[in-house]
């Protein structure tokens, strides 16, 4: 079975989105799936996809906006022991 290196992005990014829900720290989720729509996007590019592309730069703000605009949504937080 050969490999081209647009088949190997694409598979990368498949295995970091797949990653990602095997994360029960949800910044750590975010993070990880993040690197796999960074991947989807490049592959989308080497495809000359729009779709692809569109879907993965939403999913990337989305992912931006929790991880450094509101970082109080981003971490699990306990409730207080009374």
């Known amino acids: 079975m050969e490999f081209n290196s647009v ?11 797949l990653l990602s829900f095997f994360r029960k720290d949800i910044r ?4 990880t799936n993040s690197i796999g729509c960074a991947f989807f996007v490049a592959y989308g ?3 000359t996809s729009i779709p692809i592309i ?21 971490t699990v937080v306990k409730p207080e022991d009374n």
């Not at 088949?7 to 989105?17: K, P, R, T, W």
């Not at 750590?28 to 993070?31: A, Y």
Request: charged share 15%.
């Open 7 to 17: 088949e190997i992005v694409g598979y990368l990014a498949s295995l970091f989105v």
């Open 54 to 74: 569109i879907t993965n730069v939403a999913i990337l703000l989305v992912n931006g906006y929790y991880l450094f605009i509101k970082k109080s949504d981003a």
């Open 45 to 47: 590019v080497l495809l």
């Open 28 to 31: 750590q989720l975010r993070i």
